[in-house]
């Protein structure tokens, strides 16, 4: 498919700035140009044109960090302190999901992430040959990353589930969808099988040449006040340095990592991040609502450390909204900085797609609009009273726009949403199977008493 979309204006993310009455050419699934719309329409002049004059358009957002499975228990249990909500709520719940429930909480996700203007999603969750989150994603028309969770109470199944994810979906269609290796956190996996994860990547990884074909891997790092505690507990190993140190000592942290929340740092663990190029990715709705603390997030980039932007699950945020994420982003470090200058508008949104592509080691690819990149964006309609009048495309799309304001999303060159509408699955059954999984399992927890 060829097509030229005329714009109000583009913001690019990339050298070319926002180009106010600007265009995007695609052919196939990637941007083959991008300019002011009044040269580029004599050029592309037999090219299908897509209306978006009243419509501001974006590189598609990246959620750096969820559990896209986790959905399905929206609304389940809040506001609890985080042993009683995961030990009595969380974790009972999940333990009777099977793996169509997670393929029908991964499809909800999708629907949702799609409809808001995420194009991207980075998920944990656990993999089955069957039905998984992959599926869901490559069904909608998403890209993703998708993972399996590694815990040390189950290794040998582990290695089985992590051998068939990457043989099956790493580079499926068209590299659309990857795999990466999620060691759950520091104090489910020990020090041994963190070394052997590593391995297994580093093995995996050993012939890759493009950033985008590597298998990363997806970590929770620093969450909570006592993960140290926690995991000197559990292993008697020296944490006294700080939780990313002893990784980082561990030798298992290098620049294909991404480490998900990274609230508690200590000078040493910042000083660790740094050095092994890893990838931070803050949640700060799920670590508001979870009361975790709030990450240091300006110091780490003051560093020059890859800070990316997540929604966490929609189990302990609520919400896979990324708009609300680049807001909180760059609201919540004014406020506890005192300092109106820290984390700006451009900051913020650079966090939810340029880092976020970044992060995923997937820069070659997305995170910008400019020519060579596949045709990822979003088109934002910007002719709302809330969205008037307009001086600063970028101050909007960080403090006016509405994650519903999205009118189109493009994935690969393709229309995932058009005018609103989702094209690529039927959202009405999504709905109702997802209230029909809610029920079944509660009927089967209820069934245990
Ligand atoms: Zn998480």
Redesign the pocket.
């Known amino acids: 498919m060829e097509y030229i979309v005329k714009a109000k204006s583009i913001v690019t993310m990339s050298e070319l700035g926002v180009i106010r009455g600007g265009a995007v050419v695609v052919e196939g699934s990637e941007i083959i140009d991008v300019g002011k719309y009044s040269k580029l329409k004599t050029k592309y002049s037999r090219y299908e044109e897509i209306d978006a004059s009243n419509c501001v358009v974006i590189p598609g957002l990246i959620n750096a ?1 969820t ?1 896209m499975a986790m959905s399905l228990l929206r609304g389940y249990a809040d506001d609890l302190m985080l042993h009683e909500w995961l030990e009595k709520w969380i974790w009972p719940l999940e333990s009777k999901m099977n793996s169509r429930d997670i393929y029908i909480g991964a499809l909800l996700a999708s629907v949702e992430a799609a409809r808001m203007g995420t194009t991207t999603l980075n998920t ?1 969750y656990h993999y089955s040959p069957d039905y998984n989150e992959a599926r869901a994603v490559l069904e909608v028309g998403l890209r993703g990353v998708i993972s399996h969770v590694c815990f040390s109470w189950r290794k040998d199944e582990d290695f089985k589930q992590l051998d068939h994810l990457i043989k099956h979906w790493h580079g499926k269609e068209n590299w659309r969808i990857r795999a990466a290796i999620s060691p759950h956190a520091p104090y489910t996996v020990d020090p041994d099988y963190m070394v052997e994860l590593r391995e297994y990547a580093d093995n995996v990884n050993k012939d890759v040449k493009e950033d985008y074909e590597r298998v990363i891997w997806h970590i ?1 790092l620093a969450e909570t006040k006592n993960e140290v505690d926690l995991v000197k507990q559990k292993f008697n190993v020296n944490v006294e340095e700080g939780v990313v140190k002893y990784l980082y000592d561990l030798k298992v942290l290098k620049e294909d990592v991404v480490a ?1 929340h990274c609230v508690w740092l200590t000078s040493k663990d910042i000083e660790a991040l740094k050095k092994a190029n890893v990838k931070v990715v803050h949640n700060p709705a799920s670590n508001l609502k979870l009361a975790s603390g709030i990450s240091p997030v300006p110091k780490l980039l003051s560093e020059g450390i890859t800070v990316a932007l997540g929604t ?2 929609a189990c302990s945020s609520n919400s896979l909204d990324m708009f609300e994420a680049v807001k909180l982003a760059a609201l919540l470090h004014k406020g506890t900085t005192l300092n109106p200058t820290v984390i700006p508008a451009e900051a913020a949104l650079k966090m939810a797609t340029v880092s976020g592509a970044r992060a995923l080691s997937w820069s070659s690819q997305i995170g910008m609009i400019k020519p060579g990149m596949k045709a990822d964006f979003v088109i934002i309609d910007f002719n709302k009273p809330h969205l008037k009048p307009l001086f600063n495309e970028v101050s909007h799309l960080v403090y006016a726009v509405k994650s519903l304001d999205v009118r189109d999303v493009v994935v690969d060159g393709k229309f995932v949403v058009e005018n609103g509408e989702l094209k690529t699955i039927d959202e009405e059954w999504v709905m109702k199977e997802a209230e029909k999984v809610k029920e079944s399992l509660l009927a089967r927890l209820h069934g245990d008493n």
């Open positions: 960090h559990h944990m929770h998900a966490d699950s």
